[in-house]
DNA sequence: TCATTACTTAGAATGATTATTAAACCATAT
DNA sequence: ATATGGTTTAATAATCATTCTAAGTAATGA
């Protein structure tokens, strides 16, 4: 298991890397991120850390996820023109876009797929970032179980 | 090559299917989509169009608009949470966007690429739609000829 | 210590888009 | 033709997410 200790390591390592500080508010920014890996806006993140910073503002939410973002610790995601939302997950994956619920999910992309879909690309284009996002619904998966009750 | 007058048909065709009426201003919104395929802004085609059409307003363009996205002749594309662009180009294809200079460039999908990017999500997850989008920069090819700047 | 720089805060400002509302327009039934 | 009812437009206000600004705090270094 990765202890706070570990989180707030990893955290101040990254932002030293880049010249910067490791704050109270990064930190617990970052930690929440960590929490509960649903994507949220910064609003989300901002509801999420006034329990236990009182004083942080918006404005300080913004700056820290866009400071997690420099130093790579964080992914912005965009679905249309929605809030950017925010994301931990390192890994190369797409996104999945629920039309209906707005929840959003990692998918994992298989090895070599990036490399393929980066292949389409004439020579002249130097890709430095490909994002892959799905819109759509998710149903529940037909299972033993709950009668869908509609 | 296609007339104006086969323009106005598939546009008023595509409209009167789905219940609105073809209209100047509709007309003109996507004449000039057509005419330069570099995906502008809203605020460029209000530009673009007022020489035409003086008094168009600006809310009118957002709305031709979002009534070509809703009958399928023009497709809405977003970086980031920039200002949303249009594309009229139907066929299924991918964006990439040049960070220095803001071009953005269609880049055609083999047959099958799709489909094999459909089938990383898992059985539950229904996509209506995939975006596949690259950010980066072009470098120069170093050859003469016409630019391809879709 | 004192100066420098980085960081946070509150609130104002910005930019893109959407909402509102009244007037103009159009198709059709009378 | 004219009334009627729905559609579309135009001008402007409102909204939403985000960024900017100014002022205060805090950490760092000579």
């Not at 209906?100 to 284009?125: N, S």
């Amino acid at each position: 298991m990765i202890s706070n200790a570990d989180i707030s390591e990893t955290l101040s390592q990254r932002l030293s890397d880049s010249g910067l500080r490791s704050t109270p508010q990064r930190e617990v920014v970052y930690s929440v991120l960590l929490k509960k890996r649903d994507h949220p806006t910064a609003e989300e993140v901002f509801a999420r850390v006034k329990p236990e910073m009182p004083m942080i503002s918006l404005a300080t939410v913004y700056n820290c996820l866009e400071t997690l973002v420099q130093c790579d610790l964080v992914r912005a995601v965009n679905f249309e023109r929605g809030p950017t939302r925010y994301c931990p997950n390192l890994h190369p994956h797409a996104h999945f876009h629920d039309v209906e619920t707005g929840a959003t999910h990692d998918v994992d992309l298989p090895a070599g797929l990036l490399d393929q879909v980066k292949a389409i690309l004439p020579e002249d284009f130097k890709a430095s970032s490909v994002e892959i996002i799905f819109r759509g619904k998710e149903s529940p998966k037909a299972r033993g179980g709950e009668p869908s009750s509609i």
